[in-house]
Every structure is written in structure tokens, then in C-alpha cells.
């Protein structure tokens, strides 16, 4: 029985805890909020008192529910082996069957499964955005600051719009000269509509170790946003759109950018479409030749050093929660890093605590969101450095506005970014001798 489907799915899961209150120790709502609701152990009681019948699931529950960033770190943390993964997607999918999905994540989802809406919405927006709100550029980056409290934080900062998303950028499939290997490359929300520079870094460091990428152009969102937030139906919708997209054109592995992307692929497809006999042996084949751009380049081929040339940066790197508990990925960014002449690797205070963005999240609940994000800028600005590396495009907002917010003099980019930077070095350098 999946999570998604039935509260009594979890029963074992919630048997397994022994309120002993790790979780409380990790837990990033708890640190902000001090309310025993806000760690795993206090939703857990919730969830007993709803499955035993003493209490119902009202609004009100069901906003509690949403207090998680589902960072993890309580799973981690847990002497008993709890799984809060599974209890939080169990409790809040009970939650939309009980009080109905929240109108503006109804329209949210409705938008993601109508790719041509979500298109033309965004170049709508690309359009609005620089014609009706104040942008103050930042000096590196390009990005612009939203002053207009438009209800998810006025402090919030976002990229400019790019005013072609990635996809229409590129053909479906880049050929390269003696390819080694065919890789599709699922390029996610964040990537195709915020950050195409991501995008583009990937390509470019793909095809300079001689890989053919094919790029889909009727993939859709990896439906995270929809599954955790309880609409498991908009959610297995996506991943079949997707499933059959990248079967038909077909590769030897897939690739991701986007932390949440790369768990959808590995686990969530597999999960959603546990009951359908002709995708669910797609879903695993496709799990099973997934990978984070940075796992890829460090296990699958690895990539070449010759050509890399030298940039000067002090780096610090934040690691996503779906990337490092959710795909045990840490030490691959950290070595790709490392591999770059010029670049000085220097540890944040505990890089794995989550950053506060968690997608829909920090739009809910945008106060305790920056809190998070408050304490995560204080960390990197104890390292010094010059730049914030990381491995999720969401973190990467979430990131470069704390940093902006605190006027700290710092670029928030993906690993891959730095990496595609050390190849044009490599190639400037040749030129010149
Ligand atoms: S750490 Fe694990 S066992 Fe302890 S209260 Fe939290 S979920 Fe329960
Ligand atoms: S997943 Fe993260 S935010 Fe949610 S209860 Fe666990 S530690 Fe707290």
C-alpha cells in the first residue's frame, strides 16, 4: 500500500517511535518555532490521534502538517529508524483528502500539468517582471530584487526571468564528434524557466567529455511540489508524462541538476506508480540509470582534468537536503571542487542544515523561511569566501537571497557552473600560449 494512498500505509512507521525527542535536535522548524508541533515526534502524536479516531483532520491540522520542510534531518537523527519521509507525505496526502488542496496550490499544480499555460505564464511574467517591479541588479549575478510584497515575503529575492526558457534554446538532441556515450538530460522547472545559466553548464560540461545530450522537449515538472504537498494524482500525471517522454527518445543514462529532480527519478516515480503494471517496470528502469550531474561526472564517466583551467575563487559549499540525505551525494561535489586549480575549498558550520526554501514552503511560510535562511547566512558568512556553491537550483535562490538580503559580498552558484567556468579558463589559457 502506498504512502500516498492510505494513512493506514504508516501504521509500522508510527509504531517504531519512542518519542525519545532526537528529532528535536535537528529539526530546523523546531530551532525557529520552539513548539514541540514543529519536530517530527510532536506531528507523529498528530498522526496517532487521527488514525486511532480521537481527533479529526481539520484545517487546521493540516496547516501543522505543513510545517516541515522536509529536510530529513529527523529521519537522520532518529535512534529507531523512523522514517518521517514517509509519515509526512502519508499525513499530508490524508490532508487533501480530507479538507481538499489549498486554492492556490490547486492552481499551482493545475499550472505545472499544462506545460504550453506554464510557458506562456512565465514569458508573461519575464514581461511584468521588468516593467512593473523595482529591481535593484545584483553586481555578479544578474539577479533582481522584487520589492513588492506580493504575500511570500517582501524580503524575498528572485532571478530575472530569462526571456527564453532552456528547452527553446536548444535542439532535442546536441550532437558532439565521436560521442562516448547518450545521455538525456531532465532539466527541471527551476532550471528551464529561472536558471538556463545551470542549464547551459551542464551542456557545456557534458559535451566537452564528448557526450551526446538530448534534451526532451515534452518533459514536464518532476511533480516533487504536487507529492509532498499530498496531490499524488497531479504527481503520478507528471511522472508519466515524463516517463514516456525520455523512452521515446531514449539514452543510456539521465542526468540531473536539481536535487529534488534527482530523488523524484531515483524514488518518487517508482513510488507513485507502484500499482501500474506498464510504468511502474519504466519507472525502475529509468531509476536504475539516473544521476546527479556531480555523481556522474565522479562514478559514471569521469571527467576530464586536462582541459581545466584555473579560477580563482574562496568556495564554501551548501549541500541540498534531497541531494545529501535524500541521494547520500556529499563527497562528489566537494571532490569536482576540489579538482579545479584556483579554487579554495573552506567548510561552512554544518553545511547539510536545510536552508529554509523546501519549494512551496518557504511561499506558506515565508517568515519562518527566512529565519531558517538568516542562520544559514550568518554560517556563510563566517567562511569568508567569495562564493556559494551548491547543488540544487532552489537552494541557490533561497541562498543568493539571504546573502543578498544581508549584503554580503557573495555568488551563490551551482558546482557545475564553476566546473564549465574552469573549462573556458582551460580553453583561454591554450589560446594564449
Ligand atoms: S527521534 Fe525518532 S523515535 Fe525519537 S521522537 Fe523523533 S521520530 Fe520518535
Ligand atoms: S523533515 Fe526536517 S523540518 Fe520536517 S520534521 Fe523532520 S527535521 Fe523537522
Redesign the pocket.
Same mark, same amino acid.
Given at each position: 500500500m502506498s504512502v500516498y494512498d492510505s494513512l493506514d500505509s504508516i501504521t509500522e512507521e508510527l509504531r517504531k517511535c519512542m518519542k525519545c525527542g532526537n #528529532?528535536q535536535a535537528?529539526?530546523?522548524?523546531?530551532k525557529e518555532s520552539r513548539q514541540e508541533v514543529g519536530?517530527?515526534r510532536g506531528?507523529i502524536s498528530l498522526i496517532e490521534f487521527i488514525l486511532s479516531g480521537e481527533i479529526d483532520m481539520t484545517k487546521g491540522l493540516s496547516e501543522r502538517l505543513s510545517l516541515?520542510?522536509?529536510?530529513?534531518? #529527523?529521519s537522520n537523527n532518529c535512534p529507531c529508524g523512523v522514517r518521517?519521509d514517509k509519515i509526512?507525505l502519508a499525513g499530508r496526502a490524508e490532508a487533501v483528502r480530507k479538507q481538499g488542496m489549498h486554492p492556490v496550490k490547486k492552481i499551482a499544480f493545475t499550472a505545472l500539468k499544462m506545460q504550453r499555460m506554464f510557458d506562456f505564464g512565465l514569458k508573461a511574467g519575464s514581461i511584468f517582471q521588468s516593467v512593473a517591479l523595482k529591481h535593484i541588479p545584483n553586481r555578479h549575478s544578474k539577479l533582481a530584487r522584487m520589492r513588492v510584497d506580493i504575500g511570500i515575503g517582501k524580503d524575498k529575492v528572485f532571478p530575472m526571468l530569462p526571456k527564453k526558457t532552456l528547452r527553446s534554446e536548444f535542439p532535442e538532441v546536441i550532437k558532439v564528434k565521436n560521442p562516448i556515450m547518450r545521455v538525456a538530460f531532465f532539466t527541471g522547472c527551476m532550471i528551464n524557466y529561472f536558471y538556463t545559466d545551470i542549464g547551459r553548464a551542464v551542456i557545456e560540461v557534458l559535451t566537452e567529455n564528448d557526450i551526446e545530450v538530448v534534451i526532451p522537449k515534452f518533459q514536464a515538472c518532476c511533480g516533487i511540489p504536487a507529492s509532498v504537498n499530498g496531490d499524488a494524482n497531479s504527481a503520478r500525471t507528471l511522472a508519466k508524462r515524463n516517463l514516456r517522454a525520455f523512452e521515446r527518445m531514449g539514452a543510456d543514462a539521465l542526468v540531473v541538476a536539481c536535487s529534488s529532480g534527482g530523488t523524484a527519478w531515483k524514488h518518487v516515480f517508482g513510488e507513485l506508480l507502484e500499482n501500474d503494471p506498464e510504468l511502474k517496470p519504466l519507472a525502475d528502469k529509468w531509476a536504475a540509470k539516473s544521476y546527479d550531474i556531480s555523481e556522474f561526472l565522479i562514478h559514471q564517466v569521469p571527467f576530464k582534468k586536462e582541459g581545466l583551467g584555473r579560477v580563482s575563487r574562496k568556495v564554501t559549499y551548501h549541500e541540498p537536503c534531497h541531494l545529501n540525505r535524500g541521494q547520500g551525494i556529499s563527497s562528489e561535489p566537494r571532490e569536482i571542487l576540489k579538482s579545479i586549480p584556483g579554487v579554495e575549498l573552506i567548510e561552512m558550520k554544518d553545511p547539510g542544515r536545510?536552508c529554509g526554501m523546501a519549494g512551496s514552503f518557504s511561499l506558506v511560510h515565508p517568515d519562518i523561511s527566512v529565519q531558517i535562511s538568516d542562520r544559514k547566512t550568518d554560517d556563510i558568512a563566517q567562511t569568508h569566501t567569495d562564493t556559494v556553491a551548491t547543488g540544487c537550483p532552489a537552494c541557490r535562490m533561497q541562498l543568493q537571497s539571504g546573502v543578498e538580503n544581508a549584503q554580503i559580498d557573495e555568488e551563490v552558484l551551482h558546482t557545475i557552473q564553476i566546473l564549465a567556468e574552469s573549462y573556458r579558463a582551460g580553453k583561454k589559457e591554450q589560446k594564449s600560449l
Open positions: #528529532c535537528v529539526c530546523p522548524i523546531y519536530a517530527a506531528k516541515c520542510t522536509t529536510c530529513n534531518a #529527523c518521517f509526512i536545510c
